[in-house]
């Protein structure tokens, strides 16, 4: 009688342990597959300007983008869900590299470090910003392991450059902005009655001009890539 009881008990103690430990594991860090669809706007600065935007449409993972500077982030899978989504899967999406010696891609050719800018040796940064305070200038600022950056939230924006160490970062261009802002409204709105619009974030901040900005077409209206 003992050896069964011993075995029922070992048994059960293991249901109980798995029981207790799918309570207390933790949900998926965000963004999760098949639940969030979050929009950032990036830039590649060279120097004193903004190049066009990556011409790749290439989508393996859930974070591309359609040639308008606005990253599209909506994993398909684990491999870029929760901390996983990094600059360096949307980069792969591209085609493009971005490292301490280049920035390259699709659209904008190679860009070397250590070229000239009024003067001065360039480096390869990236700065991150917060749309919803733009005015604060970048929250943080990289020079280095660019492919470990994390998108952290919906909302961000990302300059990527070629430009000296003492520079300041500027924002994306404005258009990008508000198309990053504009698809994000759009899924997170009920109509017509949200008070605060897009255009309302960015109004009066002074933006370079961006060669590769559309002309014509509404940049606010993809929501479903």
Same mark, same amino acid.
């Given at each position: 009688?003992?050896?069964?009881?011993?075995?029922?008990?070992?048994?059960?103690?293991?249901?109980?342990?798995?029981?207790?430990?799918?309570?207390?594991?933790?949900p998926?860090?965000?963004?999760?597959?098949?639940?969030?669809?979050?929009?950032?706007?990036?830039?590649?600065?060279?120097?004193? !300007?903004?190049?066009?935007?990556?011409?790749?449409?290439?989508?393996?993972?859930?974070?591309?983008?359609?040639?308008?500077?606005?990253?599209?982030?909506?994993?398909?899978?684990?491999?870029?869900?929760g901390?996983?989504?990094?600059?360096?899967?949307?980069?792969?999406?591209?085609?493009?590299?971005?490292?301490?010696?280049?920035i390259?891609?699709?659209?904008?050719?190679?860009?070397?470090?250590?070229?000239?800018?009024?003067?001065?040796?360039?480096?390869?940064r990236?700065? !991150?910003?917060?749309?919803?305070?733009?005015?604060?200038?970048?929250?943080?600022?990289y020079?280095?392991d660019?492919?470990?950056?994390?998108?952290?939230?919906?909302?961000?924006?990302?300059?990527?450059?070629?430009?000296?160490?003492?520079?300041?970062?500027?924002?994306?261009?404005?258009? !990008?902005?508000?198309?990053?802002?504009?698809?994000?409204?759009?899924?997170?709105?009920?109509?017509?009655?949200?008070?605060?619009?897009?255009?309302?974030?960015?109004?009066?901040?002074?933006?370079?001009?961006d060669p590769?900005?559309?002309?014509?077409?509404?940049?606010?209206?993809?929501?479903?890539?």
């Amino acid at each position: 009688m003992g050896f069964p009881l011993t075995i029922g008990l070992v048994v059960l103690l293991g249901m109980v342990l798995v029981v207790l430990a799918r309570q207390s594991r933790e949900p998926p860090t965000a963004p999760r597959v098949g639940q969030d669809h979050w929009h950032s706007a990036y830039g590649v600065w060279d120097c004193d !300007r903004f190049l066009p935007a990556f011409t790749s449409q290439y989508d393996p993972h859930g974070i591309h983008s359609h040639q308008d500077g606005v990253i599209h982030i909506h994993p398909f899978n684990s491999s870029a869900a929760g901390e996983k989504a990094r600059l360096s899967v949307f980069l792969e999406s591209m085609g493009a590299n971005v490292d301490s010696y280049e920035i390259s891609g699709p659209g904008i050719g190679v860009l070397e470090a250590g070229t000239d800018c009024n003067g001065e040796p360039t480096v390869i940064r990236v700065a !991150r910003f917060d749309l919803a305070n733009p005015e604060a200038g970048p929250v943080e600022e990289y020079i280095s392991d660019f492919d470990d950056i994390v998108l952290l939230s919906d909302g961000e924006a990302f300059t990527i450059a070629r430009a000296p160490i003492s520079a300041v970062l500027p924002l994306p261009p404005q258009e !990008r902005l508000l198309a990053a802002a504009g698809a994000s409204f759009q899924q997170l709105s009920t109509g017509p009655e949200l008070e605060l619009q897009p255009d309302d974030l960015f109004e009066g901040l002074p933006q370079p001009d961006d060669p590769g900005a559309p002309d014509d077409g509404d940049p606010s209206d993809d929501t479903g890539g």
